[in-house]
T-cell receptor
Framework: NAGVTQTPKFRVLKTGQSMTLLCAQD?????MYWYRQDPGMGLRLIHY???????AKGEVPDGYNVSRLKKQNFLLGLESAAPSQTSVYFC??????????FGEGSRLTVL | GENVEQHPSTLSVQEGDSAVIKCTYS??????FPWYKQELGKGPQLIID?????GEKKDQRIAVTLNKTAKHFSLHITETQPEDSAVYFC???????????FGAGTRLTVKP
């Protein structure tokens, strides 16, 4: 009963490097989301997808790109990492758009 | 857009006492108010939610109240237990997760 799985769980990058976070869900959910969590700021939506092949911007999309080539996968990319992107990233899924099911998070540090 | 404020940021109670966390929201069109619990090293998990056509909802030791006129809602935990220790987030939306806004979180510590 995996639910939502995120990889990697930890990553350290240097400024300017690129990386991709992978999210996989096995609940056949249509909707998937990427959030970032920073101290004192709660969860903020980066990008989301309402179905395979679709993506849309959330509250804080700058510096990130996403792709949803398969229904079960949602990828978050950083093309040129900046220290301001140091955060804990959470993927979530839902169907219908109500309860969010979160992964366990990916902690990213950008030096 | 929606803005959600949550208080207090930290709360410490003795086991068996009650805990109350309060949130206010700014968008009068918001109609869905969930509460998530995040344990250390885990992702948030929904514990209770309420929609705007209901004033109160209860699930065992957890209850949520909503005052639409004042635009605030609260989480009440009775007979607290050490396993209730976690960070709690409130949120508000118009019914779509893409417009949902979260509060900053409350770290609840239940002392045995």
């Amino acid at each position: 009963n995996a639910g939502v799985t995120q990889t990697p769980k930890f990553r350290v990058l240097k400024t300017g490097q690129s990386m991709t976070l992978l999210c996989a869900q096995d609940m056949n959910h249509e909707y998937m989301y990427w959030y970032r969590q920073d101290p004192g700021m709660g969860l903020r939506l980066i990008h989301y997808s309402v179905g395979e092949g679709t993506t849309a911007k959330g509250e804080v999309p700058d510096g990130y790109n996403v792709s949803r080539l398969k229904k079960q996968n949602f990828l978050l990319g950083l093309e040129s990492a900046a220290p301001s992107q140091t955060s804990v990233y959470f993927c979530a899924s839902s169907y219908p758009p109500a309860e969010l099911f979160f992964g366990e998070g990916s902690r990213l540090t950008v030096l | 857009g929606e803005n959600v404020e949550q208080h207090p940021s930290t709360l410490s109670v003795q086991e068996g006492d009650s805990a109350v966390i309060k949130c206010t929201y700014s968008d009068s069109a918001s109609n869905y108010f969930p509460w998530y619990k995040q344990e250390l090293g885990k992702g948030p998990q929904l514990i209770i939610d309420i929609r705007s056509n209901v004033g109160e909802k209860k699930d065992q030791r957890i209850a949520v109240t909503l005052n639409k006129t004042a635009k605030h809602f609260s989480l009440h935990i009775t007979e607290t237990q050490p396993e209730d220790s976690a960070v709690y987030f409130c949120a508000a939306s118009r019914g779509n997760n893409n417009d949902m806004r979260f509060g900053a979180g409350t770290r609840l510590t239940v002392k045995p």
